[in-house]
């Protein structure tokens, strides 16, 4: 049976699964595809709808971008992880536009857009899950724009680091993210929520020794 | 009867309100408030739960605050708007602080943040309208954000309106949106909201004859 693949992944993701008719679940598997994405691929560009991509492995970056080629992480899908936002035809209020990246080798289950929005038009049970996806991200999304927009935390934080390594001529600041946000006049879960970020694009590494600079170039470059 | 006064207006909004029972329709309505806010009131403030907001009249303005006290315009309501991020205790996933202030004095329907909450787990469609009326509003937020962080389309149209109006000698200036653009390099469409945008913040007047000059001042100050 086609379905085979896809029905146990489903069946531990969807808090719906349970609920819907046998028929539908495999009107669902039906609709799926197994894709894997080569790192630096470009997978969804703007508005288009290209489905409802689950993630088993691997890693997406979502991403905004400017006429200029300009672009700025929202955030990262990782296995297990959900994007409802690369399928417009879903959620028709989404409007605006998104750029989705493979940073590594990944392989995603991809279920087709339109067939989604069918059975979610059935079931109000998925369409909460479909727009309780999209809006948890809302959140994230609405952190990064705060911080980059008023605080200019990030580059707050990018000379602070890069100081304190001059400072110390260590690679590695060993001060606690209280400390840090303590020096900085800020508090310690924006500190530690931007070191994530930062950790997350590959420019440090956060471990209990300390925050350890990977990419002295990017940091120098945040910094200015 | 207590309800007699939200009953009309709430059966004219809600989408559900004809799918729930009598007994709940009474139970919104008791854990409905009507409140007038006098203008420059601030409303809501940061991640408390104020409760589902319905403007009846008047304008509120929805924005982003720094610790600097910055502050960035994310949008309006009016008549027959409904909001929801006042309301974080009904959609949990919405982590992030905004703030809302009367821009005039408004009559607005209050409902009980807890109350909504509960009668909205009861019913996926009170659920389903919640979250569309949130994500909805994550299209302007993005649209916003994009326009700021990335092009400065704010701080550009506002260059290109100042130098229009100081070379020409006028408070008027009479091109199309669509020539405007032209001379940016931008589209008409961008252009169009971003006059909106000035448009609703009071800094200029848009109609057929063209778009008239408000408030120089604050254009002045974009423009830096």
């Known amino acids: 049976m086609p379905q085979s693949i896809f029905e146990p992944v489903y069946k531990e993701i969807f808090p719906f699964w349970n609920e819907i008719s046998e028929e539908d679940k495999k009107f669902i598997c039906q609709n799926s595809h197994a894709v894997t994405y080569s790192k630096g691929k470009n997978i969804h560009d703007g508005n288009e709808c290209s489905g409802v991509i689950l993630v088993r492995s691997g890693s997406l970056r979502l991403y905004m971008m400017s006429d200029e ?3 700025i992480t929202l955030y990262r899908l990782h296995n297990g992880d959900m994007c409802m936002l ?8 989404i409007t605006f536009d998104v750029f989705i990246d493979a ?9 087709n ?7 979610s ?3 109000p049970s998925i369409k909460i899950f479909a727009l309780e996806t999209a809006v948890s991200r809302f959140s994230d999304v609405m952190w990064v724009m705060q911080q980059i927009l008023f605080m200019s935390m990030d580059k707050r934080l990018a000379i602070f680091l890069s100081d304190e390594s001059a400072r110390t001529g260590s690679d590695t600041i060993t001060l ?9 006049g800020s508090a310690r879960e924006v500190v530690s929520r931007m070191l994530k970020y930062f950790s997350n694009e590959g420019i440090v590494e956060v471990s209990r020794k300390g925050i350890k600079i990977l990419d002295k170039k990017r940091l120098r470059k945040l910094a200015l």
């Open 86 to 93: 690369s399928a417009s035809c879903v959620l028709q209020t």
């Open 113 to 119: 857009g339109s067939a989604f929005a069918a059975i």
């Open 69 to 71: 080629g300009k672009d």
């Open 121 to 123: 038009q059935c079931h």
């Open 176 to 184: 606690t993210h209280e400390q840090i946000a303590r020096y900085m």
């Open 103 to 111: 940073e590594e080798d990944s392989k995603c289950y991809v279920i």
